[in-house]
């Protein structure tokens, strides 16, 4: 008995590619995902910090700031005395992963600058009314990974900031 191989169906090959493609944008909208949600991750783990340090600084004698700087390839964060110099600061929190770059904008500035380097972003409270307090005034603090960005956006007159 002879069998005639026919192939397949334009009906198998339709279903077949269907498929394939929806496999795909899942898999596209997953990546697209997981860059979006590093930026979201720092942007939301720095306002807490943020809400943090002034409920401590409002509730304690002593004065602490909250650092951001770079180490290597990676950005970290940590709570210190504020007399602390930026060179002892040790073991913080590592932010993100290695496609981050956080900038700032110091108040009155229409750039924002990179933090790289010995560079540190300091944030402080008043320990008497809440308000930023800081020897640089930064205005904004910005997160961007892969074309995605965030930014926390600081009013200095009454310590309060959000994320935009």
């Not at 409002?58 to 180490?71: C, Q, V």
């Not at 944030?123 to 965030?150: E, L, M, T």
């Amino acid at each position: 008995m002879k069998k005639e191989n026919q192939g397949f169906t334009v009906i198998e090959l339709l279903i077949v590619f269907a498929i394939v493609g929806i496999l795909m944008l899942g898999v596209t909208m997953s990546f697209s995902s997981l860059m979006k949600s590093n930026v979201n991750q720092v942007s939301k783990t720095i306002d807490g910090e943020m809400k943090k340090l002034r409920i401590v600084t409002l509730s304690k004698d002593k004065a602490y700031s909250l650092f951001i700087y770079k180490r290597g390839s990676y950005y970290y964060y940590q709570f210190a005395a504020d007399d602390t110099p930026y060179n002892e600061l040790v073991d913080g929190n590592k932010l993100g992963r290695k496609d981050l770059e956080i900038q700032y904008r110091i108040k009155g500035s229409e750039d924002f600058k990179c933090l790289e380097g010995s560079d540190f972003v300091r944030i402080a409270y008043n320990a008497s009314n809440g308000k930023y307090s800081n020897d640089r005034v930064y205005d904004q603090i910005r997160f961007v990974s892969n074309s995605r960005q965030k930014q926390i956006v600081i009013a200095n007159v009454t310590g309060r900031h959000f994320i935009r």
